[in-house]
């Protein structure tokens, strides 16, 4: 069974702080790897893709890959109390690029 | 653009009831899929189309069938609803390209099962 896996949190971070969320994958194969936002109620939605090694700054995140450790990070610089969601990891299945499995989320917390 | 759109947003079943989620996306994606979220079991894969005229199981088929009816629209039916269907239904497309596999959500329908 192909896994990602979260730690559920809650994670607290004081606001301005950097929140590091981290994610791990069994699929050696996985080629695309993605971090989602969900606010309690609503849909998850897209915030970051990465695709090969290394680091991606968009803004505020930077998504962090590591293909050989089989590990995804997402760090949140400045974090600022409407950061306050669920992230959740998601990589496609080496078996077939139409799959997606999704990590069961990491809850963060910014106190004001 | 809308992106994708689900309705109902929100229904109450009892035992036995049938009904159709419909979904559409307007975003001219070739694969669409349907999850079910539950509290700490994540979002979990009911069926996907990779493209129009194809649909295949994901890890959580049983109960549910669905119709790719064209390439904008993909429906999710539960013909004999039971307690154990209560849960949030999302449907999400993504255009799978060599450069983006990036997956879109709408904004979930919220089943309940009496």
């Known amino acids: 069974q192909k896994e990602v896996e979260q730690n559920s949190g809650p994670l607290s971070v004081p606001e301005g702080a950097i929140a590091s969320l981290n994610c791990t994958y069994s699929?050696?194969?996985?080629?695309?790897f993605f971090w989602y936002r969900q606010y309690s109620g609503k849909s998850p939605e897209l915030i970051m893709s990465?695709?090969?090694?290394g680091d991606k700054e968009d803004g505020r995140f930077t998504a962090q890959l590591n293909k050989a450790s089989q590990y995804v990070s997402l760090l949140i610089r400045d974090s600022q109390p409407s950061d306050s969601a669920t992230y959740l990891c998601a990589v496609t299945m080496s078996s077939g690029t139409y799959k997606y499995i999704f990590g069961t989320g990491t809850r963060l917390k910014v106190l004001a | 653009n809308a992106g994708v759109t689900q309705t109902p947003k929100f229904q109450v079943l009892k035992t036995g009831q049938s009904m159709t989620l419909q979904c559409a996306q307007d975003?001219?994606?070739?694969?669409m899929y349907w999850y079910r979220q539950d509290p700490g079991m994540g979002l979990r894969l009911i069926y996907y189309s990779a493209s129009e005229g194809t649909t295949d199981k994901g890890e959580v088929p049983n109960g549910y069938n669905v119709s790719r009816l064209n390439k904008r629209e993909f429906s999710l039916r539960l013909e004999s609803a039971a307690p154990s269907q209560t849960s949030v239904y999302f449907c999400?497309?993504?255009?799978?390209?060599?450069?983006?596999?990036?997956?879109?959500f709408g904004p979930g329908t919220r089943l309940t099962v009496t």
């Open positions: 990465i695709y090969s090694n």
């Open positions: 975003m001219n994606h070739n694969s």
């Open positions: 999400a497309s993504s255009e799978i390209s060599p450069s983006s596999y990036e997956q879109y």
């Open positions: 699929d050696r194969g996985s080629q695309s």
